[in-house]
Structures are given as structure tokens and as C-alpha cells.
């Protein structure tokens, strides 16, 4: 317990370091800035600006902004983009409450009533109270993780290569279980991602693999650039089609009164509660929980409600419960990518590119060598959850002009702002050429109704899983079944083989389908 | 996870029941490499840059065509043996059965390898297309674009070294995991084949035709010709993707978002960019 006070102790006092500004004008006088606070409330803002442009979602937007953390250090780097990251997830409600369009796909049931409120003429108290409710399940989560997170590194401690290679078979699994539309073509996806991470020279023998002496390829294919290209790009080409014209169901009469009631309150504070509980449960499962979770919470809400008929029309514990799970489950899956070096999701997957990049490998051996980077990245979070609170109430205003601007000036723009940010990755044309094909991948991804993200989630665990493959059957000299006799790996496995069984089975994927049509509905 | 689930694709309600462009797509996908190859080599000779003859690239692929058919003529004639034989070989390299095989053809160009793993698989596919009613072209087209797929991989790695004794070599797990996308593609293709489903959506080309280009403009001219023109340049090949497009605003806030990432990126973020052109040399 006292570990667990010092740890966040030593966390904060990241966040509040102060460095001293002395620029010469100031004549020998220095000015002390929290720099990474700042660098926090920047990535919340930047975050927020891009993640309520419709159609971009929390994916997108993290992969458009990595760039622009990669000056800094690595510190400073990991808390931007956490605030980002949270910014990019609040932008999304905040469409899916103004305009209808979620952002992303936890943010889907939001619209059910928060779209609903916003044209009775509540949309303030709507947007208040997801803020409000993502804010307390964030306090509970980053508890969650700091009380989580030294306790499961010891656990890491006993995976040997075999474990760790089931574990990631058993996160792509969830990860396939978890989301939307056709198993087969999910794993198919994986399958096609992991494919694409071997491009490059091999790890052990340094043979250049599939790359046809092309010297950009020699490298392998950037994170950045494929994420880009697969979510960005595709996104913005799909969002061009005629008759995939958005319907711009925008909010005209003018937000008033943002606060909410007393009674609005009452009524969404045991919705937040429950939220908090199922997301944080639900995140710290590898495979996307964010998704699920909000699903859960709406129904949950739905069932416990006295009177259901309310939901759909604008009832507030419809928007309190999802947005207090998706958020407690958008923290909670730092967990696993912190302890055992596992990116659970397309998100912490980019993460991931992002620690790389800044020569930081998560896992059990980060928590103990740089305590430093992560508490702070712990305690960030909850700082970028209240700057949520602080800077995106007044500026709702300014979020609904944004959405005002015709989406024909604002594509062109996001592309130039995408291709600068990705050559300024490496200096390099070739990634932004890359990324134009990956586009058009995506693109092609979209029209015949495969996932991209199983793809991006295989692509960053596919080195992982084949060095930890290689390295098993090495130590057991070539026996396959060392996955089945080593106890903790044949139980991973098993759990990866119910999951996968339970998906097939028609009775709950009929179940699995009615979660996700509800939304629709 | 899906990432926008506003707004699902346009399915396009296509009323004839057999459509000629998806067993099209696929032939076209057939030869795909050796069309690039063919036209990259010529784009090289146009530009003047010193590269294959682009017609003896072409003469090469017709060559190699021929060779893998012979081969596979030959081939059909060990079935019995082969099967077994390639399974193994597959992940090992080290296949007693295929040793005379080896001997024969093992140091065949990879053009010849492309024609056989890639090229016959996918024109059998695209001639079964043709004749096929897959129940869900989406799916179908789908799976068989995976399948390409691996078995482009297959090829692409066929020249790594497999299994080591126990130790995996390079080209192992691009063999088993090209192997199982091919399953899976397959698997894909195949319920496409015999279940009701959507069918393909409608592709419209002018979105990603002037989006991509934009993109590779900038690609192509950020370097020589520094940000403020290519930025300027990207922004209006993109406006082009869309007919709803104004001119005159569009002109105006190209130009105001060039000068603001003109601030923003090289002052703002201190990123090493050009901004002008480099003959300009200011």
C-alpha cells in the first residue's frame, strides 16, 4: 500500500516538474513552466481538434498526431500523446452528441441519447456530464492501474517465451471475439497484418525478407505510415464517395445552460458507477474492451432503468453509463501494454510505435528501470482527464463551428496535414507514398467489409509472436507441443480456444450481433 | 472496433446477377507483378534512367510463363510423389523427394517461381470466376484478394532459408503465416461462394484517383521544390476529388493553410523541411 502511495507520488512529481525559462530578454530572470503539464493540456486540445472532425476517429487521429511528439522527450512525449489520446476520445462523443456522426466506434451508443438530448435542447448538460462521468471513471481507473500494475509485472516475471506467445494468440483472440462483423475475415485480417510486420529484415539473421531491394523496405514498414494510410487516408477517400455524403444533422439552436440539473445528476451518478465497474473490468481483458464495454454499460442501463421506454430519447443515463465505461476501459488497457508489453488494442499499438520510436521496449522491465516515465505516464492520465473538464466545457462553442466548416475544405486540408506529418516521421517521400497505397488498401478493406483494426493489432504483435515462437521451440528443441505441457501456456490457450468456439457458435453469435444492432437501431 | 460506424459503405444494389468485371479483376490480378514490372521498367526507360529494357522484361515473363508450364506439365506426372514432398518443403527446404526436382529447377529464375506460385494459381481462380455464381461477391472477391495475397508472399519469400534444425530460419514463419492467410482467404472466398451476403460495393474513382495523386505529389516534390509549393500543390489535386468543390474559396483557404503549416511545422515544431525550392537558394 505505501509502494503504491510513492509510486504515484514519484508520478506527479513527473507531471509537476518545473523547468526553468530564462530567455535572455528577460535579463537574467527565469520564469518556471510545468512543462509537462502544458505538454498535457496541448495534446488534450490538439486531440480534441482533430478527434471531433467527423469521420476521424480516436485511431486516426493518434496516428496523424504522433508525429508531432517525437521532438520531444521521452517523457514529455508519452504524456502528450496520452492527452491526445483522451482528447481524441472526448472529440468523439462530442460529435456523436452535436452532430450524430461518432467519431469512433465507442462512442457509438452515445448518439442513441446524447443526439436525442442535444435536440431537445440539452446538449450541454449531455456533453457535461460524459465529460464528468469520463473524469470519475478515469480517477478510478488510474487507481486501478497503479494498484494493478506492479503486482501483474511480478507475473510477467514467470512467462517464459511459450506464455508470452499464448498470451498474444489469446489477445488476438479477444480481439477478434470483441469486435464487430465476421470472425473468419477478422482473423483473416490478423493473419494478413502480421504478414505485412515481416517485411524487413529478419530479427536473428538479419536477412533481408520480402522487401525486393527496395532500401525504404529494408526497414520494414512503418507503424505510422501504414496506420496512416489504413485509417487516415481511407477514411477520408471512403468519406468522398457519393452517396456516402454525410448527413449533416447538426445542432442548430444555440448551446445553452451547460451545467446539469441537480436532478440530472442524481440520476446519472449510479450509471457512472456501474459504467466505471464493467469498463475497467472489461479493459483490462486484452482485444479491444473499450468497444464492448460501452455496448455493455447501455444495455446494462437498459435493463436496470424502471422505465426502458426512456432510453432512445434522450434518457442521461444513456450517455453517463457508456462514456464512464468506455473511459475506465480506454485506461484500464494501459494495463497489460505497461506489465507485460502487450498493446491490447489498435490504440496502444500505436503506443507502442510511439515507445519505440523513443527506444523504450514496454514491458515488466520498463515499470522497474524507468519508474520515472511510467508513474508519470499514470499520473498524466488523470491530469488529462481533468483538463478534459476544464478545457473542453468552454469550448464546445468552438468545437460546433468546426463541425460548421464544409467537409469539401476540410479533406484537402487533413490530407496535407497528414502527408507533411508523415515525412516528417523519417524525412522520407517514400513513407508518404506508402502511406498514399495503404490508403487505397484501406480503402479497398472498407468496400469489401474487413476490419483494419485486427490487421494494425497484428502488425505490431507480429514480431513480438514470431520472436517469442522462435525462441520457444529453440529452448524445447523443435517440440510443438511445449504450448500445450507448460501449464500457464496450455490455460491461456484454452481460454484462446472456448472464446474462439463460443464466437463460432451460432446461439451467441446471434447474442454478440444483438449487442451491436441495438446500436443501430 | 470498426472505426466508422456512422456511415457503412454504399452497398450498391447491382441487378444483373452475373457481373464480368469481379473474374476480370481477378485476371487482372493474375498478372499484376509482371505488368508492374513491365511498367515501371518502361517509366524508368522513358524517364531516361538506366534499367532493363522494358520490352526484354516483358519477353522475360512471357518466357517464364512457358517454362513454369512446362514444369507444371512435368509436374502432374509426379503428383502422387509431390504433394507430400511440397508440404514438407514448404517450411524445410530439405525434402528428400523433391531432391531431383531441386536439381532441375532450382536455380530457375524467380520469374519463373512468380509465373508458378503466383500467376497459374490466381488464372485457374479467375477462369473458375467466370463460370461460378458466388452468392456473396463481396466476400468472395474478398477471400480470393487474400489468397493472391499469400500466395504473392509464398513467392516473395521462397528464396529465404527455411528450417535450420530447430531453429527457424528467415523464410519460416513467412511460409506459415503467408500459408494460413491462404487458408483463410480461401475459407472466406468459399462461404462467399455458398451463403447469401452482400454484394461488392461500388468503387467511384475520383476520390481516390486525386486523393492518392495529391499525396504522391507531395511525395515527389516536398524535397525539390520545398513546402510552400508543394503543400499548396497537394491541397488543390485534392480539392479535384470532389464536385462540390468552389474554386475561389478554395483557392483562399489553400492559401491560408499553406502559410499556417509554413508557421506551424519548420518555426512551430522545428522539423528540418524545405520551404522553398531549392534552386531558389534563398
Known amino acids: 500500500m505505501l509502494d503504491l502511495f510513492s509510486n504515484l507520488g514519484l508520478g506527479f512529481q513527473v507531471v509537476f516538474q518545473f523547468v526553468q525559462w530564462a530567455p535572455s530578454w528577460l535579463g537574467g530572470y527565469s520564469i518556471p513552466i510545468p512543462v509537462n503539464i502544458l505538454l498535457c493540456l496541448i495534446g488534450a486540445l490538439v486531440g480534441t481538434l482533430v478527434g471531433v472532425l467527423p469521420g476521424i476517429g480516436t485511431i486516426a487521429t493518434v496516428s496523424m498526431l504522433l508525429p508531432i511528439t517525437f521532438g520531444l522527450p521521452p517523457v514529455g512525449a508519452l504524456i502528450m500523446l496520452a492527452g491526445i489520446y483522451y482528447g481524441a476520445q472526448y472529440g468523439g462523443s462530442t460529435t456523436s452528441i452535436l452532430v450524430n456522426i461518432p467519431g469512433e466506434a465507442t462512442s457509438v451508443v452515445t448518439t442513441l441519447d446524447g443526439h436525442q438530448m442535444a435536440k431537445q435542447g440539452r446538449a450541454g448538460p449531455a456533453l457535461a456530464i460524459a465529460a464528468i462521468g469520463s473524469f470519475f471513471a478515469g480517477c478510478i481507473a488510474t487507481v486501478l492501474i497503479a494498484v494493478l500494475g506492479a503486482p501483474l509485472t511480478k507475473l510477467a516475471l514467470a512467462f517464459g517465451p511459450a506464455e508470452y506467445f499464448s498470451l498474444m494468440v489469446l489477445g488476438l483472440i479477444f480481439a477478434v471475439v470483441l469486435a464487430k462483423g465476421s470472425v473468419l475475415k477478422a482473423i483473416a485480417m490478423i493473419a494478413f497484418g502480421i504478414l505485412l510486420s515481416m517485411v524487413g529484415s529478419d530479427i536473428e539473421t538479419g536477412a533481408s525478407r520480402m522487401a525486393f531491394n527496395v532500401p525504404e523496405l529494408a526497414d520494414g514498414l512503418g507503424f505510422a505510415t501504414v496506420a496512416m494510410g489504413v485509417f487516415g487516408f481511407a477514411e477520408i477517400i471512403r468519406n468522398l464517395d457519393v452517396g456516402a455524403e454525410m448527413s449533416r444533422d447538426l445542432v442548430q439552436q444555440k448551446i445553452t445552460g451547460l451545467m446539469p440539473t441537480r436532478k440530472d445528476l442524481i440520476d446519472s451518478a449510479p450509471a457512472i458507477g456501474r459504467g466505471?465497474?464493467?469498463?475497467?473490468?472489461?479493459?483490462?481483458?486484452?482485444?479491444?474492451?473499450?468497444?464492448?464495454?460501452?455496448?455493455?454499460?447501455?444495455?446494462?442501463?437498459?435493463?436496470?432503468?424502471?422505465?426502458?421506454?426512456?432510453?432512445?430519447?434522450?434518457?442521461?443515463?444513456?450517455?453517463?453509463?457508456?462514456?464512464?465505461?468506455?473511459?475506465?476501459?480506454?485506461?484500464?488497457?494501459?494495463?497489460?501494454?505497461?506489465?507485460?508489453g502487450i498493446p491490447p488494442n489498435a490504440v496502444m499499438a500505436l503506443m507502442v510505435g510511439a515507445m519505440t520510436i523513443h527506444g523504450i521496449v514496454p514491458g515488466p522491465q520498463v515499470m522497474q528501470k524507468q519508474p520515472d516515465l511510467v508513474w508519470g505516464m499514470i499520473a498524466s492520465m488523470w491530469i488529462g482527464n481533468l483538463m478534459l473538464i476544464i478545457i473542453n466545457l468552454p469550448l464546445v462553442g468552438i468545437w460546433v463551428r468546426l463541425l460548421r466548416v464544409p467537409y469539401r475544405l476540410m479533406f484537402p486540408s487533413i490530407v496535407v496535414f497528414c502527408a507533411i506529418g508523415i515525412y516528417s516521421v523519417n524525412n522520407a517521400p517514400m513513407d508518404v507514398v506508402l502511406a498514399g497505397l495503404f490508403g487505397l488498401v484501406g480503402y479497398w478493406l472498407i468496400k469489401h467489409d474487413f476490419e483494419p483494426a485486427p490487421m494494425l493489432l497484428g502488425m505490431v504483435l507480429g514480431p513480438l509472436m514470431e520472436e517469442n515462437l522462435r525462441r520457444a521451440l529453440l529452448i524445447s528443441r523443435g517440440d510443438w507441443s511445449v504450448f500445450a505441457t507448460r501449464p500457464l501456456s496450455a490455460a491461456l490457450l484454452f481460454v484462446a480456444l472456448v472464446l474462439l468456439t463460443l464466437a463460432v457458435l451460432p446461439t451467441l453469435r446471434k447474442k454478440r450481433d444483438e449487442v451491436f444492432v441495438e446500436s443501430e437501431g | 472496433?470498426?472505426?466508422?460506424?456512422?456511415?457503412?459503405?454504399?452497398?450498391?444494389?447491382?441487378?444483373?446477377?452475373?457481373?464480368?468485371?469481379?473474374?476480370?479483376?481477378?485476371?487482372?490480378?493474375?498478372?499484376?507483378?509482371?505488368?508492374?514490372?513491365?511498367?515501371?521498367?518502361?517509366?524508368?526507360?522513358?524517364?531516361?534512367?538506366?534499367?532493363?529494357?522494358?520490352?526484354?522484361?516483358?519477353?522475360?515473363?512471357?518466357?517464364?510463363?512457358?517454362?513454369?508450364?512446362?514444369?507444371?506439365?512435368?509436374?502432374?506426372?509426379?503428383?502422387?510423389?509431390?504433394?507430400?514432398?511440397?508440404?514438407?518443403?514448404?517450411?524445410?527446404?530439405?525434402?528428400?523427394?523433391?531432391?531431383?526436382?531441386?536439381?532441375?529447377?532450382?536455380g530457375a529464375p524467380p520469374d519463373t517461381w512468380l509465373a508458378l506460385i503466383y500467376s497459374y494459381p490466381l488464372l485457374i481462380i479467375a477462369a473458375l470466376s467466370f463460370v461460378l455464381k458466388p452468392r456473396c461477391t463481396q466476400d468472395y472477391y474478398g477471400g480470393i484478394a487474400l489468397v493472391a495475397l499469400a500466395l504473392f508472399a509464398l513467392w516473395a519469400s521462397s528464396d529465404l532459408q527455411g528450417m535450420h534444425g530447430f531453429s527457424f530460419g528467415a523464410g519460416t514463419a513467412p511460409r506459415m503465416f503467408a500459408t494460413i492467410l491462404l487458408l483463410l482467404g480461401a475459407a472466406v472466398a468459399l462461404i462467399g461462394l455458398v451463403t447469401d451476403g452482400p454484394d461488392t460495393a461500388t468503387y467511384h474513382w475520383r476520390g481516390p484517383v486525386f486523393v492518392v495523386l495529391a499525396i504522391i505529389s507531395f511525395a515527389i516534390t516536398i524535397r525539390p521544390l520545398g513546402l510552400v509549393f508543394s503543400a499548396f500543390a497537394s491541397f488543390m489535386i485534392a480539392a479535384l476529388g470532389?464536385?462540390?468543390?468552389?474554386?475561389?474559396?478554395?483557392?483562399?483557404?489553400?492559401?491560408?493553410?499553406t502559410a499556417f503549416c509554413c508557421v506551424l511545422f519548420p518555426y512551430g515544431l522545428g522539423l528540418p523541411m524545405p520551404l522553398w525550392p531549392r534552386f531558389l537558394n534563398w
Open chain 2, 1 to 106: 472496433m470498426s472505426e466508422t460506424v456512422g456511415h457503412s459503405p454504399d452497398r450498391a444494389i447491382s441487378g444483373t446477377a452475373h457481373s464480368i468485371s469481379g473474374p476480370i479483376a481477378v485476371l487482372v490480378l493474375a498478372v499484376a507483378p509482371q505488368l508492374f514490372h513491365f511498367l515501371t521498367a518502361l517509366g524508368f526507360a522513358i524517364l531516361g534512367m538506366a534499367t532493363k529494357n522494358p520490352l526484354q522484361v516483358l519477353a522475360d515473363h512471357i518466357v517464364a510463363f512457358g517454362t513454369a508450364l512446362r514444369w507444371l506439365g512435368w509436374a502432374i506426372t509426379f503428383l502422387p510423389d509431390l504433394i507430400p514432398a511440397a508440404v514438407q518443403a514448404l517450411f524445410s527446404w530439405q525434402s528428400n523427394l523433391l531432391t531431383p526436382v531441386f536439381a532441375k529447377i532450382g
Open chain 2, 242 to 257: 470532389t464536385a462540390e468543390t468552389k474554386w475561389l474559396e478554395t483557392v483562399i483557404v489553400c492559401v491560408c493553410l
Open chain 1, 276 to 340: 466505471t465497474v464493467l469498463g475497467s473490468i472489461l479493459g483490462i481483458l486484452p482485444g479491444g474492451g473499450a468497444v464492448i464495454a460501452s455496448f455493455a454499460s447501455y444495455t446494462l442501463e437498459k435493463k436496470v432503468a424502471k422505465d426502458p421506454k426512456r432510453f432512445g430519447r434522450g434518457a442521461i443515463e444513456g450517455v453517463a453509463g457508456p462514456e464512464s465505461a468506455n473511459n475506465a476501459a480506454a485506461q484500464t488497457s494501459f494495463i497489460p501494454l505497461l506489465t507485460l
